[in-house]
């Protein structure tokens, strides 16, 4: 009982002074509980069934996560209690000296975990329920669905396994503990806070040197993942600006460790002012001995930085993207006259009736199908595709071909190119609401929206390259690719269609007919009903092995799948980079209150010799500020390139979204990593006020 | 002769209405200016808790104690650290230099913190390195020096700022007998170049150095007796009869 009493009274007393510790266990906790529960709001959601199939996908992903943020945690925690122990090596030492076995603190600490791990869950879990109740509006809204009664939720299965995670965790750390205990000494524990540390100066030059290299390394690691973009192709390719850069990092550190004071100390007017010889001299003597979790942290607020701006963007772009790129309710389309390329048909598993009977339109298939989706169109329009396997990329590019090939050896340079009348093509964009265009009757053009796939032909035309067409000669009419797209997608990823003159195309090689038009109704319970309807056409229809029917892309379905994918990645990023940045923010921050008690007796002293407390809260607050900004403004310039990187990675749902999602991650990092800032700041300044 | 402290009638009680505790009861006394004046008492006699109040780093209870004719009881806040920084030097028996920073650097934030020029900053801490002898160690970090050199260095920091007062709790307690005497002596040069010491302890062979030693007994004055022409060795043969007197607990008091 007596141990029992001892550890309540131990959390009392540091309750205080690691309010921070508390705070993180607390918030992730409460964290972990609101994504695994994220399923349980949806269920009085009205959303269709391929929505459900989205949310459980994200769950599955989600949960995915979930593990490696459990690891994250539990380095976490393990650290924490290292320090907390660290700390309180005297008061164990006296309870050594009076008789107490080392079997019995550990059995103090074993207590101390149990407490603070049954209060960390329990506040934990309250403010994650509470938190999931807001949480359960934002998903409401981002899949756009109507919350049909506000009901309070509670999911217990996302209560267990986070009871379970975290118990796990703490059994971790209590095995830890008694293992740490029962390795100390008694003489180290009692003179544990009187061990003078040597102060180590690094040799300056072998700094210089270093610090150099690093930022070289540093340089061609940006270099490699922003100009030379195109060149990584392998998973190797990519790993090694990573690596290069992580080093790097780390070597900036250790030798900064070693430069600033020492150009500090150069400015003797500078150093020899207020007390800023004596925060210089505290940064440098914890830096020295931080250098790779300060490398840990800054590389977690990269990751940070870049994982929420990106995840961010791609949901901007991706619904943004929509209303763009899906303009119309419905585009219908059907392959024509399979026969051309009997054999690849023949290999992607259609039977030879099927590519024997494709040379119906839409229209005509749907009424062979006995549905007239005419009636239900308001208006419409009917396009053609052509091919011929005597116009590919081979032909379009030209005398650059083997330029680009040697650059681009992955691209099907055989594939025949889509070609579309004129006219046609400025059908379709009078009823998308895009650019229409002419040309003469020497002239080709291309639309494309795909950005890697602009670049490479852009090289062609450019050059001026001519294609010979149906015994036609064609010039380019744009030396670049004109924005513009033929299928509906929630992404830019129309590679290219070849725009001609009506009068010269050949019906003979028509490959692809479409069927553009929107809905006469607009309410989407009823869109929705057509929709299955014509996707239940081939159930149990044996017409299907002769005739194909038409392939269908729909705004709903569209937009759906957007919102489903943009969620995901929202609350995924979201998630990660929460726990990132608690996670160094909170390494952070007790890193410095450790310190901040160990530095009790220094500002005893300042007070001594007879400092104003106005200057050695500046002093202190200088101290923690330096201490977290430096491996913030790395990570900073990290991430410029990060996000360079990612921006072109995410190329196809564009990036015009960028500079909100940046505003927005900037918010996020200022609020929680400043909010543990000022935290970590007020609770060093009431650890180092003098308590009579 | 010129008065730099005054000490009038204070008391200083601890603990609550129930148990009473007088660490000073009704002390007075004066330093004049240039004097080496040592406190000497047993363990808990209240001598500390005089240098605190004199310090202002802890409060009496009643009376007033004037440095000049500065009231420093009624002090508050920054004023306190003001005075505190302008007026005193400190010297503790656990030294209290900070452990980052070199002997130069320690020396040099008693005057930084007073808004003093880095070149005039390096004039001073030349002048009295040179006093103390430490000279060779200004580049050293404290866990680099003897304890010696340490207290020499804290002393260097004590003076550097040229305050009215110094103030010596213990110097000698955690020294070695060579390196008290080297301090003492040191002490006494500085004494004869006019600074004022005031000093507390318990050790008879450390307050010899003095000029004039006030014993303090239960918070009260117990005796006062001045060195006047009589050798070092006579002086501590006076002290210790006194200590004798007191009961000869003063611990370890040779």
Known sequence: ?692 | MEKILKVDKIEKYYGSRSSLTKAIDNLSFKVEKGEFLCLMGASGSGKTTLLNCISTIDKVTSGHILVEELDITKLKGNELNKFRRKELGFIFQDFNLLDTLTAYENIALALSIQSVSPSIIEQKIKKVAEELDIKDILNKYPYQMSGGQKQRVASARAIVTDPKLILADEPTGSLDSKSAKMLLEKFNYLDEHGATILMVTHDAFTASYARRVIFIKDGKIFKEIRKGECSRKEFFDKIIDVVTLLGGNLNDAL
């Open chain 1, 1 to 692: 009982m007596m141990l029992y009493k001892l550890s309540l009274k131990n959390i009392k007393k540091s309750i205080k002074d690691y309010a921070i510790y508390f705070f993180t266990l607390i918030l992730g906790v409460a964290i972990f509980y609101v994504f695994n529960a994220l399923d349980s709001q949806t269920v009085m959601m009205d959303v269709s069934t391929s929505t459900v199939e989205l949310i459980n996908l994200m769950m599955t992903m989600l949960s995915g996560v979930s593990v490696f943020v459990s690891f994250i945690l539990g380095f976490l925690i393990i650290y924490a209690s290292r320090f907390l122990i660290k700390r309180r090596n005297k008061e164990f030492g006296i309870y050594l000296t009076l008789g107490m076995s080392k079997r019995k603190i550990s059995l103090i600490l074993f207590f101390e975990t149990l407490f603070i791990g049954i209060i960390s869950l329990l506040v934990g879990l309250v403010l994650g329920i509470l938190l999931s109740q807001v949480m359960s509006l934002v998903v409401a809204n981002m899949f756009e669905a109507n919350l049909t009664k506000f009901a309070f939720v509670f999911s217990s299965s996302a209560c267990i396994k986070t009871i379970i995670y975290f118990s796990i965790m703490y059994i971790l750390v209590m095995i830890f503990n008694t293992y740490s205990v029962s390795k100390c000494k008694l003489i180290d524990l009692l003179n544990g806070s009187k061990k003078a540390e040597k102060i180590k100066l690094k040799n300056p030059y072998l700094c210089i040197i270093i610090f150099i290299i690093s930022c070289l390394v540093l340089g061609k690691a940006y270099h490699m993942v922003t100009v030379e973009f195109l060149t990584l192709q392998e998973v190797m390719d990519i790993l090694k600006p990573i690596i290069m850069g992580a080093v790097s990092t780390f070597f900036i550190f250790w030798s900064l460790s070693g430069l600033i004071l020492r150009i500090a100390m150069s400015f003797k007017k500078f150093y020899y002012k207020d007390l800023n010889s004596f925060t210089l001299r505290q940064f440098s003597s914890k830096i020295n001995t931080t250098v790779f979790s300060t490398t840990i942290i800054c590389l977690m607020l990269f990751i940070t930085i870049c994982l929420l701006s990106a995840c961010l963007t791609m949901k901007n772009s991706m619904n943004a993207n929509i209303r763009k790129l899906a303009p119309v309710d419905a585009d219908f389309s059907i392959i024509m006259n399979m026969e051309r390329y009997y054999d690849d048909f023949r290999s992607m598993g259609f039977n030879d009736s099927q590519i024997k009977n494709s040379h119906y339109t839409v229209k005509e298939m749907f009424q062979l199908y006995h549905f007239d989706i005419l009636s239900y169109f308001k208006n419409y329009i009917d396009v053609n595709l052509y091919t011929t396997p005597d116009l590919t990329m081979n032909h379009t590019l030209g005398s650059k071909l083997e330029m680009v090939r040697t650059r681009f050896p992955f691209l099907d340079y055989d594939d025949p190119e889509a070609i579309m009348k004129i006219s046609d093509y400025n059908q379709v964009a009078k009823f998308y609401g895009i650019k229409e265009y002419s040309l003469n009757n020497d002239e080709y053009m291309i639309v494309a929206d795909f950005k890697s796939m602009v670049d490479i032909r852009n090289i062609a035309l450019e050059n001026k390259e001519t294609i010979n067409l149906f015994g036609h000669n064609l010039k380019p009419k744009y030396n670049s690719c004109q924005d513009g797209f033929l299928e509906m997608s929630s992404q830019h990823i129309n590679t290219g269609i070849i725009l001609v003159p009506d009068n010269i195309v050949d019906e003979e090689y028509l490959y692809e007919n479409h069927l553009i038009g929107n809905y006469k109704t607009t309410n989407k319970k009823e869109i929705r009903k057509i929709e299955n309807k014509i996707n239940k056409l081939d159930d149990n229809n044996p017409k299907v092995n002769e005739y194909l029917l038409p392939s269908g892309s729909t705004k709903l379905d569209i937009k759906e799948a957007t919102v489903g994918l943009s969620a995901m990645v929202t609350f995924i990023g979201l998630y990660l980079g929460v726990i990132f940045l608690i996670s160094s923010a909170a390494i952070l921050g007790l890193k410095e209150l450790s310190e901040s008690s160990d530095n009790k007796e220094r500002f005893i002293c300042l007070r001594k010799i007879g400092t104003d407390e106005k200057m050695i809260n500046k002093a202190l607050f200088r101290q923690i500020a330096i201490f977290f900004m430096l491996p913030l403004i790395l990570a900073l310039i990290h991430s410029i390139f990060g996000i360079m990187f990612a921006v072109k990675i995410l190329e196809v749902f564009g990036n015009e979204q960028l500079l909100p999602s940046i505003i927005v991650t900037a918010i996020v990092i200022i609020i929680i990593y400043g909010g543990y800032f000022l935290i970590t700041y007020f609770c060093s300044k009431n650890i180092i006020k003098e308590r009579h």
